[in-house]
């Protein structure tokens, strides 16, 4: 819904393109997740990525 609240669509396939680009583009790696300790998501791989490395 944070992406679609205020926008209008013609038709389902221009949104269902919208919200994919929105996430790949803004929410997988850009916005702050409050589980991963708001971090961005790459920035919480690479930190998990450093404690696995022994």
């Excluded at 396939?13 to 583009?25: H, K, M, T």
């Excluded at 997740?33 to 998501?41: K, N, R």
């Amino acid at each position: 819904m944070e992406r679609v609240w205020q926008r209008q669509y013609a038709n389902h396939d221009e949104a269902r393109r919208d919200i994919s680009q929105y996430i790949v583009r803004f929410y997988n790696c850009v916005r702050l997740h409050s589980t991963l300790g708001y971090l961005l998501p790459a920035a919480f791989e690479a930190k998990s990525a450093e404690k696995e490395t022994i």
